[in-house]
């Protein structure tokens, strides 16, 4: 079997779309989806069968704005309709435009044992996803109110105490914006799994597997030698050694069972443990957040740096950053990881009605988050 599918979006207003916010705030999303898919299916025996399939993916996602060349412009105030607190938005958000581009390769084969009373299957899966993702961080504004923004507009510089918040992306050793902030990297996820559904009884089905499965994940870009944060590593407290951790040990075993008591009554019952991919976009900042590729210039209430008079970015390409933050991946980071278990019965009534009641359980841990340690 062979096959190809080709989907294409064009949202616009895609990116945000806010009540209080202006429409030069809603930037447009063009998504352009390809997927070939070939599956060879070999009955190798009338017990065994074989199933291969190999498939190829390719996202470009075109995140566009298209309103007037304006910062990322905030303006608080208060609604005169409710009283409540509420802001009021425009210009192009910082994270805009932008284009990123995935490509998914996944090879996978298994292999299904019919042999008296047991269905065995066991395979394997190798996915890989190659991402190149851009973020600009270009100039954000936001102002205490509607008279703090014309007293920025009207008496600049003599006037910047209602300026709240000046930020902006910047650029080291000299890259551009565009340099400093796009990222090309591979994640790959080998698995293994066998699993057995034991016809017990012909009331009685048992099934029961083991999963493992990796997750292999980039380093970051700059040699732990030249990034700003290189002589803390083995410090007390520094929670880091500077790696991206890979998760290399997420063994998921699983059981089930489905009882029939009787002609109209089943129960059923399971129980497994799952493990959660942590997704491209949670390594941006520990990739490229060391202190020598991009920083964040941040102006509060009117200090320094001044920023521009006409709402736009300054071209900090090549300039230092004092102190800039950083972001680490934790040394015992592991990847999310999930117990489940369920226990439900089933009851067929009369008049073609049936009754049924379940109890499901989830409890999750090494949710992925941020800490800010200052």
Known sequence: TVRHNFSSADLKNGDLDVPTWGRSSNGREHDRTNASIGQLTTALSPRLLNEFRLQYSREDRQRLYEGPNLADVTIGGIDPVTGETTSFRFGSPFFLPGAALDRRYDLTDSVSISKGAHLIKTGFEVNRVHIINPYLG??????????????????????????????????????????????????????????????????????????????????????????????????????SDGSIPSETNAWQPRLGVAWRLDLKSLVRANIGIYTVPITGLSLFAARASDGTISGTINSFSGSSPTPPPNLGFLNYSGSSVSNPGVSVYASDFRNPRSLQWSVGFERTLPYNLLFAFNVNYNSTVHILRIVNRN
Not at 200 to 210: A, D, E, F, Q, Y
Not at 213 to 233: D, G
Request: charge should be positive; hydrophobic fraction near 35%; aromatic fraction near 14%.
């Open 138 to 239: 270009q100039g954000r504004y936001i102002f205490a109110s509607v008279s703090a923004f014309q007293a920025y507009l009207t008496d600049y510089p003599n006037d910047l105490s209602g300026l709240l918040l000046f930020s902006q992306n910047v650029p080291l050793g000299g890259r551009t914006l565009a340099q400093a902030g796009t990222q090309s990297f591979s994640q790959a996820v080998p698995e293994g799994y066998i699993q057995d559904r034991w016809q017990v009884r012909p009331n009685l089905t048992v099934s029961c597997g083991l999963r493992y499965s990796a997750m292999l994940e980039p380093q970051p870009i700059t040699p732990l030698s030249l990034r700003r944060y290189w002589q803390f590593i083995g410090a007390p407290g520094f929670p």
